[in-house]
């Protein structure tokens, strides 16, 4: 079992690729962006930052990019209207 498991880490630090955090484009929410979300009919905002799946902390507003809100967000410019998933329905 851990033998498997440190094949498995192993391959992942070979797939694993540096990050230049230098000229990122913030025009659009990235990895680690840090956005604000609103909710106009409900009157709150709420801060979320988009990390890599092993750092997410859902109680720290720190979510996934694979997440379903994650997902929603990339890409996104400032003031554009994104539908987020939730866990009752998607907000606006």
Do not use: H
């Not at 079992?1 to 880490?9: E, Q």
């Not at 913030?26 to 905002?45: C, H, Q």
């Not at 003031?79 to 866990?87: D, K």
Request: proline fraction near 4%.
């Amino acid at each position: 079992m851990l033998l498997r498991r440190k094949s498995d880490m192993e391959r992942e630090l070979e797939l694993s690729r540096g990050t230049n955090f230098e000229d990122v484009d913030t025009s659009k929410v990235a990895i680690g962006s840090t956005v604000v979300l609103s909710d106009p009919p409900l009157v709150r905002a709420r801060n979320t930052t988009s990390s890599a799946p092993g750092t997410a902390r859902r109680r720290k507003n720190i979510v996934s990019y694979q997440a379903g809100i994650g997902t929603a967000l990339i890409g996104k410019a400032a003031g554009e209207l994104v539908q987020v998933p939730t866990e009752k329905a998607i907000a606006r």
